[in-house]
């Protein structure tokens, strides 16, 4: 399985959240509401989650091996950088 397109939309805020993604895999299946988090190490990929009655956040999907995580984060990631060095450009341009 791989990961075949990645769309990606910044959030501009103060937050943590620093952009909201989604993936299709095999040109087949998408996953939605991935988060690019900035945590205490560094980036991270949140998968789509949902609170619970008691106010758990429960994953919706998830990979469940290390090596597709990994997959998925990559890609998002690459994706998110990409962005990034996009959006500076065009505001260089701008200037």
């Known amino acids: 399985?791989?990961?075949?397109d990645v769309r990606l939309r910044c959030v501009e805020s103060d937050s943590r959240m620093k952009a909201?993604?989604?993936?299709?895999?095999d040109e087949?299946?998408?996953v939605h509401d991935i988060r690019v988090i900035d945590g205490n190490n560094g980036l991270f990929v949140a998968?789509?989650?949902k609170r619970?009655?008691?106010?758990?956040?429960?994953?919706?999907?998830h990979p469940i091996n290390a090596k597709m995580r990994n997959l998925i984060e990559i890609a998002i990631l690459a994706k998110y950088e990409e962005t990034l060095k996009e959006v500076a450009q065009e505001e260089v341009g701008v200037s």
Not at 1 to 4: L, P
Not at 20 to 25: D, K, Q
Not at 52 to 61: H, K, L, S
């Open 1 to 4: 399985m791989e990961v075949t």
């Open 20 to 25: 909201n993604a989604s993936i299709t895999l």
């Open 28 to 30: 087949a299946f998408v």
């Open 47 to 49: 998968m789509p989650s």
């Open 52 to 61: 619970t009655p008691d106010g758990e956040f429960r994953d919706i999907a």
